[in-house]
């Protein structure tokens, strides 16, 4: 096999490339330690349909659960080709998921990610993934979640970031999120990257934060996406939250986040607890005394945020001192309900 691949005439090639799918792992590293991988990746950079989806398939194969091969597979050359395949063969799905999955086997290598970010495959990937792009239209369910994935691998990397915001990144996020419903996981893989990415750039929560519907978007994601999605949703409120408590705290609690943030605090993920809790901490109203109105209405309606405001501070000790009992629960359900009230 390796000789076909090294030494062989195209069909043989081909067929070596197929075969490689059947070993097994030990026999898969023999074959890469043997140098078959350089003639692969030459085949990617070919005419030749046939040969370039029997080589992807075979290098899928000898990256699946090896760094090492993860790493000389982009030595050889591997991410130039996979783009300029998937630049050159938008139109044909099959391809196109192989030259995705390749990518994102490639991605989860931490030493491939600056030259994926730096060889234009985040333009790529986000032009793919955008719906106003007649691609974008077209492509799978499994393909913009392949995509994602990629992205949320390669955001670790510094150079990613900047790539992402120059390319209109975000937007094209948040119009995904909008455009499913917060039970997806495509959804729920958006946010974890849109989390991972204001969490590391400034910039980039500031644009996120001037996005008209955005704060509403996250707090209808923290009460109906995954468990997951909930945390991360949060952990963006958070940080929206720290970066200037006065202004948007008031435009959280407007699109009334407190019900799904404390249902959070008692029925999240550790992680989403945690996040919940800081979110609450920020939100809640230093000012429980009420205010100056002269009006029996206003008088009416400060006497009630008054004790809305007490009840929030019951929860919130509770809730501080990491209660998850059946009484913390309840506490929690009469806070919603008056909440609502």
């Not at 043989?12 to 590293?29: D, F, P």
């Amino acid at each position: 096999m390796a000789e076909a691949l090294l030494y062989g005439e195209r069909e043989a090639r081909i067929m070596a490339a197929r075969e490689i799918g059947n070993l097994n792992t030990k026999q898969k590293q023999r074959l890469a330690d043997n140098g078959v991988i350089s003639p692969l990746v030459s085949m990617l950079h070919g005419e030749d349909y046939d040969s370039i989806v029997a080589a992807l398939f075979a290098l899928l194969n000898l990256a699946f659960g090896s760094e090492r091969n993860k790493r000389c597979i982009a030595k050889a050359g591997a991410i130039a080709a996979i783009v300029k395949i998937l630049i050159q063969f938008k139109n044909n799905e099959s391809l196109m998921e192989m030259g995705l999955a390749a990518l994102l086997i490639l991605s989860s290598c931490s030493m491939n990610k600056p030259e994926i970010a730096s060889s234009g495959a985040v333009q790529l990937l986000l032009e793919l993934l955008d719906s106003e792009f007649p691609i974008g239209q077209s492509i799978s369910h499994q393909v913009k979640f392949d995509i994602i994935s990629t992205l949320h691998n390669l955001s670790t990397s510094p150079q990613t970031i900047p790539s992402i915001l120059l390319s209109g990144g975000l937007i094209t996020l948040i119009q995904l999120i909008y455009e499913y419903d917060n039970s997806s996981d495509l959804v729920e893989k958006a946010m974890a990257l849109l989390e991972s990415i204001v969490s590391s750039s400034e910039v980039a929560l500031s644009q996120v934060c001037e996005v008209g519907g955005v704060i509403r978007m996250l707090v209808e994601a923290v009460e109906e996406g995954t468990a997951a999605c909930r945390e991360y949703a949060a952990g963006i409120l958070v940080l929206i939250c720290r970066r200037c408590r006065e202004r948007y705290r008031v435009m959280i609690l407007k699109e009334g986040a407190m019900p799904g943030v404390m249902h959070l605090s008692v029925d999240g993920t550790w992680r989403a607890r945690e996040k919940a809790k800081a979110l609450l901490l920020l939100l809640r109203d230093c000012n429980n005394g009420g205010g100056g109105g002269s009006s029996s209405s206003s008088s009416s309606t400060e006497r009630v945020q008054f004790s809305k405001n007490v009840a929030l501070e019951e929860v919130m000790r509770e809730i501080d001192r990491g209660g998850r009992s059946g009484t913390c629960v309840r506490m929690v359900e009469e806070m919603i309900a008056k909440l609502r009230t």
